[in-house]
């Protein structure tokens, strides 16, 4: 019988590999997996019925009310800001515009630190601080790196923050009032990623570099929690998401076969297509799927005004690949002058002043809509993974 009680516990069960499936321990510190370096993936026992009532903390408003299924085993580890169940907004004058039936956005530019990567890093670091990290370290685009800052103070651990020389002043300063050690690179977060190893050979810092390490994953699964719940447990019928590193997009997927294991979604539900949205300078996933590339492992790739999408090498690509192979999505690459575009048309239209990733979404949006890939009566949902506040040493005067 399905409990009406609420559940308090983590049905944390083991983490397996990416690529192999081979178990590893989830009670110990964990980074990539032994067997083939790839990223572990934290996986629950979902066999035991359990009712979204029971399962559903209603008294939580942020990401935390879904934690009975995340991998925290001890409150007392919480490291929270108060991230996440960032509001769903209707597109009505850009819909009318488009002659869209339903537009919707989920903003996660209004999470702590302004960014999605709030929810990442506070899973991390909660997780980090349970397993006795004393200090972390971090190749970042920017919002990465500041929600570590961020939350490695509130934890009171020891934060590096490794990013690109020319990210926005913004970031850098954000982190600097956190207390984090930063250190600026010239090129790209790879070039960050290098200078990482360098920095931490003695490995006395956790690497929580995209899929590095378990639980920022476990953060970001809480999109999909969120939008189903927000939707009265429907689904859009095309998602669109930036995908930079893509912990987001993989984390999304995830949280939906989660729950049609659990019953909260029909297991004959039909999924969302989901579109993985890139910038034209920096496009390696784009690159992989059209066969112009075998993989990732020697991309080159360049600056954008949307400093997240400059991830040229993901060590997620498998994983976004399988998210389209599955969902019937596709990736598509967007130029900085469109981007541009879209951030004039949301902030013009609907109030709303996003982060060029979240404009690039929008702008793949109105691609495929003309291309006949999207329909006109169809749910679609964009995801803003930040605010545009941040970026505007790369838009200033582009109004």
């Not at 919707?104 to 890093?121: C, H, I, M, V, Y």
């Not at 651990?157 to 926005?168: E, F, S, Y």
């Not at 930063?182 to 956790?206: F, P, Q, T």
């Not at 991309?299 to 969902?327: F, K």
Request: aromatic share 6%; with cysteine.
């Amino acid at each position: 019988m399905t409990s009406t009680l609420l559940d308090t516990t983590t049905r944390l069960q083991e983490l397996h590999c990416a690529a192999c499936d081979a178990p590893h321990s989830a009670f110990q510190l964990q980074r990539v997996s032994e067997c083939c370096g790839q990223p572990l993936v934290a996986r629950y026992d979902l066999r035991e019925p359990i009712s979204r009532t029971a399962g559903i903390d209603l008294a939580e408003n942020s990401m935390w009310r879904y934690h009975s299924l995340l991998p925290l085993l001890d409150e007392a580890n919480r490291v929270s800001l108060g991230e996440g169940w960032t509001p769903m907004l209707t597109l009505q004058r850009l819909g009318h515009r488009y002659g869209l039936r339903d537009l919707r956005l989920k903003d996660e530019g209004q999470n702590p630190t302004g960014s999605f990567k709030a929810r990442g890093l506070s899973m991390a670091i909660s997780k980090a601080k349970e397993l006795g990290v004393t200090g972390c370290i971090i190749p970042t685009a920017g919002n990465a790196g500041v929600a570590m800052a961020a939350y490695c103070a509130r934890a009171g651990l020891r934060a590096v923050v490794v990013m690109p020389r020319h990210t926005p002043k913004a970031f850098k300063e954000e982190c600097y009032w956190y207390g984090a050690e930063v250190h600026l690179v010239d090129g790209l977060i790879n070039d960050c990623a290098a200078r990482v190893r360098e920095l931490n050979a003695n490995g006395e810092l956790l690497d929580i570099s995209t899929l590095k390490e378990p639980y920022r994953l476990e953060g970001k699964k809480t999109m999909g929690y969120e939008l189903a719940e927000q939707l009265n447990w429907t689904l859009p019928d095309v998602l669109l998401y930036p995908a930079g590193g893509g912990t987001g997009l993989i984390g999304i997927w995830k949280a939906l076969r989660e729950m049609q294991q659990l019953g909260w979604l029909p297991k004959e539900a039909k999924l969302p297509r989901m579109v993985a949205v890139q910038s034209a300078n920096c496009c390696p996933l784009v690159e992989t799927r059209a066969g112009r590339q075998a993989n990732c492992h020697s991309y080159v790739g360049q600056p954008t005004i949307a400093n997240g999408l400059a991830v040229p090498r993901p060590l997620g690509e498998p994983l976004m690949l399988q998210t389209l192979d599955e969902s019937q999505g596709l990736a598509l690459a967007i130029t900085d002058e469109q981007m541009l575009e879209g951030m004039r048309e949301l902030a013009r239209l609907e109030g709303l002043f996003v982060a060029p990733e979240g404009a690039a979404v929008w702008m793949a949006a109105r691609h495929l809509l003309e291309t006949g890939w999207l329909r006109p009566e169809e749910q679609i949902l964009l995801l803003n993974t930040g605010s545009g506040q941040k970026y505007l040493d790369n838009v200033e005067g582009q109004y």
